[in-house]
């Protein structure tokens, strides 16, 4: 693995690995240890992947595993817009190494990044102490995808686009740079850019809010970067927390 050369000479650092438990758990150990970042770890495959709220994340060799890790990049509450920075430099990064593919993106709140319908990305964001480490977990299905019950998943290679990690990882080096320091602006240019991007907007969700679900319309993200759903009473609920999963429309059936 290589950064591009902006994000070198910018002074982003690099432990490349062949096999780790997870890349955000060795990140975050390298900072209790003094590392400060701006840094990113990557392995060609992970003993104990994780996704959000704690389940495996399959990681065979062939798929792209990076952490970046980050020493107080904002103030605590702004911790989770990081998941939107994210998104949008994979984003970056897949459009300018298969640009074929690039209009069948899309971001699925709050952490996936979507072709054509199915889930490429997962994105982890961990956070501990003070002054604030951040660790931002980002795996990409390069050449396998897990068989996954309740969402559909895919690769590049399956979509006819056979990239290499280490082509994606240069370029996402770069574009994680760029979207960073737009963010240090405000929050305001990234939600606008994510949302136009945004699977399923004004149409009906289920939400999983650990013991509860809510189904409802997906109006939009707010300044926080917290999911609005309206309810079928009419009411907003702002979720800042949580999964969501499309509703298809039902099916007309046409008489004869």
């Known amino acids: 693995m290589q950064l591009a050369p902006g994000a070198a000479?910018?002074?982003?650092?690099?432990i490349a690995r062949d096999t780790v438990g997870s890349t955000n758990v060795e990140a975050l150990a390298l900072a209790?240890?003094?590392e400060r970042g701006p840094l990113w770890v990557t392995a060609r495959a992970q003993s104990a992947g994780r996704g959000r709220r704690g389940r495996t994340w399959v990681s065979e060799r062939g798929n792209l595993y990076a952490s970046l890790l980050l020493t107080d990049p904002a103030p605590p509450e702004r911790a989770a817009q990081l998941a939107f920075v994210a998104a949008l430099a994979v984003h970056d990064a897949i459009a300018a190494t298969a640009p074929a593919l690039a209009s069948q993106l899309a971001f699925q709140w709050p952490n996936d990044v979507l072709l054509a319908g199915a889930k490429l990305?997962?994105?982890?964001i961990e956070a501990e102490g003070t002054p604030l480490v951040v660790a931002i977990g980002i795996g990409v299905n390069c050449a396998h995808h897990p068989a996954d019950a309740e969402r559909a998943a895919t690769d590049l290679a399956a979509a006819g686009a056979p990239v290499t990690v280490e082509a994606l990882f240069a370029a996402l080096?770069?574009?994680?740079l760029e979207r960073l320091r737009e963010w240090q602006t405000g929050f305001a240019s990234i939600r606008a850019a994510w949302l136009a991007r945004a699977a399923g907007r004004g149409g009906e969700l289920r939400a999983r809010l650990g013991t509860r679900e809510l189904t409802g319309r997906f109006e939009t993200v707010d300044d926080e970067g917290r999911l609005r759903l309206r309810l079928p009473d009419g009411r907003i609920?702002?979720?800042?927390?949580?999964?969501?999963?499309p509703i298809a429309p039902a099916a007309t059936d046409v008489g004869a």
């Open 173 to 176: 080096s770069l574009a994680m």
């Open 32 to 34: 209790r240890a003094g």
């Open 121 to 124: 990305v997962g994105i982890l």
């Open 9 to 14: 000479a910018a002074g982003v650092g690099l």
């Open 237 to 245: 609920e702002t979720i800042a927390s949580g999964e969501v999963f």
